[in-house]
């Protein structure tokens, strides 16, 4: 194909953006998971389906204190008290879709320097004896406040129930679930009212009537990312859940706790590790809602909801220093933001789209400048000097308003094949990066790949398509190979009948990228052609 995709250093993948201390680790240690007997817990509680566990416990808490881990006054009667029930799992994980984040450049996507969700959380509640921690971080927390966020209602008069959740996303036994399952069901199912499915932590089997499950289709969220570096699942973006939590977005995670994190935190506004806890013995994985960042308080830290009841923490919620958080967490999940209500239904459509040349230097990709782009007409761009087969570059995209970005190119024999969202090698209808840019500002992708032209012809041929919903993409390419040796512009314009804005403005920027401002319309898709000389 003409223009291919490159992977980029791994070494620019390194948590370097991250701000704060906390003498964290960027690598997870042991991979992910619960580690020992809690890493193989899935396994076990199918072998004992569901009978054993508090057997299972005991052995789990008795190694952890013959071996000598730890460091601090807690007893088997403690732990039992503090139910858990996230299992962490890297294949798990990486079946969400990887959030590409904005460009780590403070001039162009300045964060603020911290956001507080809090607000919009309901009452922390309490799992109780039971594994449900990811329902509650899921819908009573995370689900919950971005209702509110949405509404601009208090989160106590929108809680979500867990219950209804739990009750059928939870593994055998009762003890727990994967957070995926969570994101998957409340994106494709939605959710119901706390009050109308109350939970219990004697109960995790009792299934919602169809009249709920129906009830629960008004409430289902526009979907969900993982805020990995890059296509890795051993490194969590610490940048990429501050951009979150900065635009509204409640984030998810899955975090490694032990000993110190339960009972000792009673009362304590900020979790300090002990010594001993960075072996992780003893540790299992629990979900819980980030709701908050600070970058000033206790050096940068994370403000986390949890699911103990408020006598933990500092009612129910607690900070981890940025360090700290990313030492231990193995699993963080965006759920993608929601128009507010109010907003202007025909509000402007408008974005900026450049192209990006980047360098190794140090092991990153570094940008430089702009490749300049000229309009030629209608909706066709061009490059002004010829790009030399092998050099890397990437798209940059600035939005205002919550978009979908898709990138196609034309083969050397006329058909059509997708740069963007890259397809998998494994099955070219699925792809593991999300086209959302919901969380807007400027970003430049993919992250972890840079795109080459190659030294087959003169002239390559891409399409830059801006969409206010999501495509169909592999559909739409294949609507876009027919009749191969017709114009590729004229076979774009054709796929997209229909939806395409018809009323849009194309201009040049003084850097040389490609602008376009759409007006009201019911429509929903800019398409936009950009002819690479070479």
Not at 237 to 244: H, K, W
Not at 505 to 534: L, S
């Amino acid at each position: 194909m003409p223009i291919r995709m490159t992977d980029d250093p791994q070494d620019q993948q390194d948590s370097s953006n991250d701000s704060g201390g906390g003498g964290g680790r960027s690598n997870f240690p042991g991979g992910g998971g619960g580690g020992g007997l809690l890493g193989l817990l899935p396994l076990l509680l199918g072998l004992f389906k569901g009978k054993g566990i508090l057997f299972l416990l005991v052995i789990g808490v008795g190694a952890y204190f013959l071996l000598g881990r730890g460091g601090g006054g807690c007893n088997l009667s403690q732990v039992a008290q503090l139910a858990t029930g996230g299992f962490l799992d890297p294949r798990q994980f990486e079946k969400a879709s990887i959030y590409e984040p904005l460009a780590e450049d403070d001039n162009k996507n300045p964060l603020p320097e911290s956001a507080n969700l809090q607000k919009f959380a309901p009452a922390v509640g309490n799992q109780g004896q039971q594994g449900s921690c990811v329902a509650w971080s899921s819908a009573y927390g995370a689900r919950t406040v971005l209702e509110a966020a949405r509404t601009n209602e208090p989160g106590d008069n929108l809680r979500f129930s867990p219950a209804f959740l739990y009750n059928q996303i939870g593994l055998q036994g009762c003890q727990g679930s994967y957070i995926i399952r969570a994101m998957e069901y409340m994106t494709k199912q939605g959710a119901v009212a706390y009050d109308k499915f109350p939970y219990s932590d004697q109960d995790c089997t009792r299934p919602p009537s169809q009249q709920l499950i129906q009830e629960a289709a008004q409430y289902k969220m526009r979907g969900f990312n993982r805020l990995s570096q890059g296509d890795r699942t051993d490194v969590i973006d610490i940048r990429a859940i501050r951009e979150n939590l900065s635009q509204g977005a409640p984030v998810v995670i899955g975090m490694m706790v032990g000993p110190s994190f339960m009972q000792p935190m009673q009362g304590r506004d900020l979790w300090e590790p002990e010594q001993g806890d960075q072996s992780m013995m003893g540790f299992g994985g629990h979900a819980m809602c980030v709701v908050g960042y600070d970058d000033r308080k206790y050096g940068g830290a994370f403000l986390l909801m949890n699911s103990w009841g408020p006598e933990w923490g500092n009612n129910g919620f607690a900070w981890v220093r940025y360090g700290d958080f990313r030492t231990f967490v193995r699993e963080a999940y965006g759920l993608e933001p929601m128009a507010k209500m109010g907003a202007a239904a025909n509000q402007p459509f408008e974005c900026e789209i450049g192209l990006v040349p980047v360098a190794e230097e140090n092991g990153k990709m570094v940008p430089k400048g702009y490749v300049p782009l000229r309009l030629t007409g209608n909706n066709v761009f061009e490059t002004t000097a010829p790009l030399q087969p092998g050099s890397r570059f990437k798209i940059e995209v600035k939005n205002s308003t919550e978009c979908y970005i898709y990138v196609f190119g034309k083969e050397t024999d006329g058909t059509s094949y997708t740069l963007f969202p890259y397809p998998s090698k494994d099955d070219p209808k699925k792809t593991k990066y999300a086209p959302f840019c919901g969380i807007t500002g400027y970003r430049l992708f993919p992250k972890d790949k840079s795109m080459t032209p190659d030294s087959i012809g003169k002239r390559d041929i891409m399409a830059v398509v801006v969409s206010k919903e999501p495509l169909d993409w592999y559909a739409l390419n294949e609507q876009i190979s027919r009749n191969p040796q017709s114009d590729y512009a004229t076979r774009l314009n054709t796929a997209l009948s229909g939806r395409i804005v018809r009323n849009v403005r194309f201009d040049n920027t003084d850097k040389g990228t490609m602008h376009f401002n759409a007006g009201g319309d019911e429509n929903k898709v800019v398409a936009t052609i950009v002819e690479i000389t070479k």
